[in-house]
């Protein structure tokens, strides 16, 4: 189960942050990631980090995010600077595979399907002076 | 970045009919797809995976079929409980990871 939370509630080049806490199976392996849902922009993964604090993320917001993790507790979080309201969203956490990359012939790799099996419950984040 | 494209954005089906979802990835993305169920006010539901695997405790009603660049999902007979919105999303290669725009299966 993941339960996420984090204010709903920010003004124009404020900081978005938000936590997701994992309760039951395993924490470690799986890769942990932050997705966003508007009614202009659909269902959009913003990015993924490990046990270990490996991070991948959209190239879109790149610029703009921080990925942790926190194993002590099971958590990982989403840091996201200079928001404006285009940021308006619902914002989920989810469950991605276990090791999904190898390192072949100089590079990485998806290994596995990668899919969201598991979501957090949501955080309406509204962006408004 | 590969965009899923979803038709069409809304089906009306009376329950107890079938329905047919299309998803069209701008490149070819193999079997690499994944469908999702969404109820008002739910997060997303993982409903198939690698193109036409059902995922953990999802009613065969729901087939997956495609690869390349076109995909469809299809209920075979909607129960009250299928009327939703349906996304699809690529997991080919590489992140970012897209999704489509969704269909929405309303009552007929």
């Known amino acids: 189960q993941l339960q996420q939370w984090g204010a709903g509630l920010l003004k124009p080049s404020g900081t978005l942050s938000l936590t997701c806490t994992v309760y039951?199976?395993?924490?470690?392996?799986?890769?942990w990631n932050w997705l966003r849902q508007s009614p202009g922009k659909g269902l959009e993964w913003i990015g993924e980090?490990?046990?270990?604090?490996?991070?991948n993320s959209n190239p879109s917001l790149k610029n703009r995010i921080t990925l942790s993790v926190d194993t002590s507790r099971n958590q990982f979080s989403l840091n996201m600077t200079s928001v404006t309201a285009a940021d308006t969203a619902m914002y989920y956490c989810?469950?991605?595979?276990?090791?999904?990359?190898?390192?072949?012939?100089?590079?990485?790799?998806?290994?596995?399907?990668?899919?969201?099996?598991?979501w957090g419950q949501g955080t309406l984040v509204t962006v408004s002076s | 970045e590969i965009v899923m494209t979803q038709f069409p954005a809304t089906l009306s089906v009376s329950p107890g009919e079938g329905a047919t979802l299309s998803c069209r990835a701008s490149?070819?993305?193999?079997?690499?797809l994944a469908w999702y169920q969404q109820k008002p006010g739910q997060a997303p539901r993982l409903l198939m995976y690698?193109?036409?695997t059902r995922a953990t405790g999802i009613p065969p009603r729901f087939s997956g079929s495609g690869s390349g660049t076109d995909f469809t999902l299809t209920i075979s007979s909607l129960q009250s409980e299928d009327f939703a919105v349906y996304f699809c999303?690529?997991?080919?290669?590489?992140?970012?990871?897209?999704f489509g725009q969704g269909t929405k299966v309303e009552i007929k």
């Open positions: 989810a469950r991605g595979p276990i090791s999904p990359y190898d390192y072949i012939g100089g590079t990485y790799r998806l290994a596995v399907p990668y899919y969201f099996d598991f």
């Open positions: 039951g199976g395993s924490f470690s392996g799986y890769q």
């Open positions: 980090i490990n046990h270990a604090g490996s991070t």
């Open positions: 490149h070819n993305i193999s079997r690499s």
């Open positions: 690698g193109a036409s």
């Open positions: 999303q690529h997991y080919n290669n590489w992140p970012p990871w897209t």
